[in-house]
């Protein structure tokens, strides 16, 4: 299952002449498996039957009984679920639409080899390996109403002071403001596809007097579309069940404006209502595979175009 | 983007250097365009980071009148705090038992599950791989409460033993696919003469193959100590005793410190910062190359 996704024209050859075990080694060979099948088993198996085991239940991790689809019908008729669901989408959405396209136009540039291209993409990447937890402690200084440096820094443009990540109006728009200038994963994989696309292509299109602006929107970017389907994927993926973040900055309020899904499956575990939490996670798992899906369709990835 | 980074050197990549960078000279207008746009996203990435990590310099008073981007005066009084008042040494002990084994056991698990997998076809192989790959695409968040319930039954809640398991299982897919990768790479000729000599399994696992997975094997395992190093999630559902929180859950309680020792809270989440980025600037090739390999599978 190793998906070249970002690499169509490199596609593993994965030897379909491996040769079977040698005899005397089948016992050593199931025995070197065996650790991985436990792990395996114990920590994403098991508890992915439990999930969806429970979910139809009203599980409070003492008792259980069936309940059949209470849980999600009590999802479709709670408004807070709603909320949750629509913040949930922002975020994705926020990745999508400003943190992906602006990692896209910087990796081109960078990929130009303008000078000082190498120190900007370390640079750049720092943040990526910056934790959500210290992100969030991060941004809490950052918007602080009090001594906070982005108030600090609108003042003299006459802006309105405001407390960022607690205004209903606001705090949404502040979450999501502390990760869409995470671009580093988003650089480092548009570079390195175009790194994979053929010079003679730019050449010609020389030849034939196209601009520097033609060859970047007319060749790069249509060849980047693996790449930019890869990152939009693990984006989405990652960003479904974002937690450390609002967690920790706003706890999911003022008024579940800032909650996500992943919030609100871990409200319902800390209340006991275990099966109502699997249900959420179900949803989780299930909006992931769709995405999943959908965004491998969308964009062809895998597939080639030469 | 796993395979060309890791693959050994044996296999030349193609890559040209593209066109563009023997163009003709850009108008000046265009390279200012250029250069606004980077100084721009430079700053709205790390405008924030930097001016913190410079707070943790500053006295509480200075950050309380937030009058400054710079220390004046700089004081280290913070990183004494930190460690003589938030007691950081204890939960950076924590964290590096969690990231040292989780990593170990990550790695020891993966690699003798990898190797059989990438050498040799029988039934099942292929079932195995996807199998084991396709716990990377699953938004571990949603299985929170299974997990929950899984580790307490086995008695590995709130326990620092249990959590280093955990994170070995954690860690495991993405190791796992990395190190597969980089041996499917790997010609089989040597391994097949040393069977010729009566070499046994782990002996050819041990002396042949891991010398040569060496650089896929710093790649997993500098990733491996970033990501658990940088886990706040399942650290904060699977334990609930101070003396067992890392780094990131005393990050979290950092806040609450604002009140009454935030140079001790700013100069503490500077130095667990640093550790990732330090390893990250040193280890450049191996991080980006993990991190983006184990995010595409």
């Not at chain 2, 790959?133 to 929170?144: C, D, R, T, W």
């Not at chain 2, 101070?242 to 309680?253: C, I, K, S, T």
Request: hydrophobic content about 55%; aromatic content about 12%; charged content about 10%.
């Amino acid at each position: 299952m190793a998906r070249p996704a970002a690499r169509p024209n490199r596609a593993r050859a994965v030897p379909t002449t491996a040769p079977r075990i040698p005899r005397g080694m089948r016992g050593p060979v199931l025995i070197s498996l065996l650790p991985a099948a436990v792990l395996f088993s114990v920590f994403f198996a098991v508890p992915l039957v439990v999930l969806v085991g429970t979910a139809f239940t009203d599980w409070s991790g003492t008792q259980m009984a069936f309940v059949g689809v209470d849980n999600f019908a009590r999802l479709g008729a709670d408004p807070v679920f709603a909320k949750v669901a629509t913040n949930t989408v922002f975020y994705l959405a926020a990745s999508v639409l400003v943190q992906v396209p602006l990692g896209v136009a910087v990796g081109i540039v960078l990929a130009m080899k303008v000078p000082g291209w190498r120190a900007l993409r370390t640079v750049l990447f720092i943040p990526f390996v910056i934790s959500g937890a210290a992100y969030a402690l991060i941004f809490s200084m950052f918007y602080n109403p009090r001594f906070g440096l982005l108030n600090n820094l609108i003042a003299p443009l006459g802006l309105p002071q405001r407390d960022w990540l607690y205004e209903t109006g606001t705090a949404r728009w502040a979450i999501a403001g502390t990760f869409v200038f995470i671009l580093g994963f988003v650089i480092v994989v548009t570079m390195a596809e175009i790194t994979s696309i053929p010079a003679e292509l730019y050449e010609a299109a020389e030849v034939d007097g196209a601009t520097g602006w033609q060859q970047q929107t007319r060749i790069t970017l249509p060849l980047l579309r693996n790449a930019i389907g890869t990152c939009v994927l693990i984006r989405l993926l990652a960003d479904i069940g974002m937690f450390d973040l609002v967690f920790i900055l706003t706890a999911g309020g003022p008024d579940d404006a800032t909650a996500t899904l992943a919030l609100y499956a871990y409200r319902a575990y800390l209340h006991g209502e275990w099966g109502h939490a699997n249900a959420v996670g179900l949803v989780i798992l299930l909006l992931g595979g769709a995405l999943i899906v959908t965004v491998r369709r969308v964009f062809r990835i895998g597939e080639r175009d030469r | 983007m796993t395979a060309t980074t890791l693959r050994p050197a044996t296999r030349s990549t193609s890559t040209v250097t593209p066109g563009r960078s023997v163009r003709r000279t850009r108008p000046i207008w265009a390279t200012v365009v250029v250069y606004a746009f980077l100084a721009a996203v430079t700053l709205a990435s790390l405008l924030p980071t930097v001016w913190v990590m410079s707070s943790a310099f500053k006295t509480a008073s200075q950050i309380n009148s937030g009058s400054g981007l710079l220390p004046s005066p700089w004081t280290l009084q913070g990183f004494v705090d930190a460690f003589t008042q938030i007691h950081l040494h204890a939960y950076i002990g924590n964290t590096v038992l969690y990231a040292v084994g989780g990593t170990t056991g990550a790695l020891i698990t993966a690699f003798l599950a990898a190797y059989p997998l990438a050498r040799y076809s029988f039934r099942g192989r292929n079932a195995l791989v996807a199998t084991f790959s396709l716990a990377l695409a699953i938004p571990l968040v949603g299985l929170a409460t299974p997990l929950f319930f899984v580790v307490r039954s086995l008695e590995m809640f709130d326990s620092r033993l249990g959590l280093v398991i955990f994170y070995s299982a954690l860690e495991f897919p993405f190791t796992f696919i990395v190190l597969r990768s980089f041996l499917l790479s790997l010609p089989g000729e040597i391994e097949e003469a040393a069977i010729m000599d009566g070499a046994g399994y782990l002996a050819i696992i041990r002396r042949i193959v891991v010398p040569l997975a060496r650089p896929a094997i710093a790649t997993v395992c500098v990733v491996a100590f970033v990501k658990i190093w940088n886990e706040f999630f399942f650290a904060n559902l699977l334990t609930v005793s101070a003396d067992n929180h890392n780094v990131q859950l005393a990050l979290a309680g950092f806040k609450s410190q604002f009140g009454f020792n935030i140079t001790g809270a700013l100069a503490g989440a500077t130095m667990v910062m640093l550790v990732p980025i330090g390893l990250f600037l040193i280890l450049q090739r191996q991080v980006i190359a993990g991190l983006t390999a184990g995010a595409v599978k």
